[in-house]
């Protein structure tokens, strides 16, 4: 079996050249090293290193071996492969994770950081990986996992009728804030956090602290002027702090800081984007993803595509906020009373 699953596909795949080979061998015979790139014969002998090439130099040291130079003309195997790099260098790669315990693993691993819902946790999921029946699996893990259902409880919300603030265009120009107070205390002494949420990307920073009296009459004066929107956007991501402190009574904000990446990384319903790549264009590596090194196309990219890109962003962004806003409006209306007051009435 061994010697079929070498020689068929997808074993013999070329692999993307854009990144770093690792190959982990047990020999403990020296062995030879062929290259086409001439330098890597010098990599001992070289007097003047930078920090960089240091650190592999010793890292290389680990290894007994020699390096060779063959030419292109000789050495056809490498050549051969080399030439294939510019289509290969566009590959997508998603793991396919066969039918075992480890499909559980992920989601978990992915769900678990932020309990995000479960469109956003079938989204991380699938950034990396892909196995046939993953929406069923990653549906039925949301569903039973005990964090979600003891805190995700459903926002009753009897007020007013929902007055929408305006529709932003830009990151950052407008925030909302919150307190989620009387947490358990923690050996750093916390027993609070201060949350706040960019209203444009949904970018969230979560800022462990001590509760002060202060901070609660802030809290109170601020609710008088808040809109519905962002309470209960607020309170779903109280919910979700209270279910990530719930894991870890002692130490919740030693969390803190994955549970805001796990909430950044996710796209967000409203936008369509996640914050990340709202704020930055960018959706940085999460915990399970596998290769080491940012991508390159990124340091390469022209300045000015970088901003169109993002304007393109920023524009569709303000259009999936418009279209949820009037969504919610529709719905919020829907359930609440229409009060109107007189100069003097009592509030
Ligand atoms: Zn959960």
């Not at 795949?13 to 403990?28: G, N, W």
């Not at 890597?40 to 290894?63: G, I, N, T």
């Not at 964090?147 to 407008?174: E, K, R």
């Not at 279209?323 to 209306?333: H, Q, S």
Request: with cysteine.
């Amino acid at each position: 079996e061994i010697k079929e699953r070498l020689t068929t596909a997808p074993i013999l795949v070329l692999p993307d050249f854009q990144q770093p080979f690792e190959l982990h061998s047990d020999a403990s015979k020296e062995c030879i090293l062929y290259t086409d790139h001439e330098a890597l014969k010098h990599l001992h002998s070289q007097d003047k290193v930078s920090a960089r090439h240091a650190s592999w130099v010793a890292y290389l040291e680990h290894f007994t071996f020699v390096v060779k130079h063959k030419s292109g003309v000789t050495n056809r195997v490498v050549d051969a492969l080399s030439r294939r790099r510019s289509v290969l260098s566009r590959m997508i790669v998603e793991l396919c994770i066969p039918d075992c315990s480890l499909r559980a693993h992920v989601i978990q691993q992915l769900h678990g950081k932020g309990h995000v819902g479960r469109e956003r946790t079938l989204h991380l999921v699938q950034t990396s990986y892909f196995w046939p029946t993953i929406h069923k699996e990653v549906e039925k893990y949301v569903q039973r996992c005990k964090v979600c259902q003891v805190f995700n409880g459903t926002a009753t919300n009897a007020g007013l009728l929902y007055m929408p603030l305006p529709i932003l265009s830009q990151p950052w120009v407008d925030i909302s804030m919150d307190f989620v107070l009387d947490l358990p205390l923690t050996q750093q002494d916390n027993d609070s956090i201060y949350v706040v949420v960019d209203r444009f990307s949904n970018m969230t920073h979560f800022i462990p602290y001590k509760k002060t009296t202060d901070v609660v009459r802030v809290a109170q004066l601020y609710f008088r002027e808040t809109d519905g929107q962002t309470e209960v956007v607020n309170r779903s991501l109280g919910n979700l702090l209270r279910g990530s402190v719930g894991e870890h009574v002692k130490s919740w904000d030693h969390k803190l800081s994955q549970t805001e990446f796990a909430h950044n990384h996710a796209v967000n319903r409203s936008t369509g984007f996640s914050a990340f790549q709202v704020v930055y264009f960018v959706t940085p590596k999460g915990p399970l993803d596998l290769l080491p090194v940012p991508d390159k196309t990124r340091v390469h990219g022209k300045a000015i595509d970088f901003i169109h890109r993002l304007q393109e962003i920023h524009e569709a962004v303000h259009n999936n906020l418009e279209k949820a806003a009037r969504k919610y409006k529709t719905v919020a209306d829907r359930r609440r009373r229409h009060l109107d007051f007189e100069v003097g009435d009592f509030v």
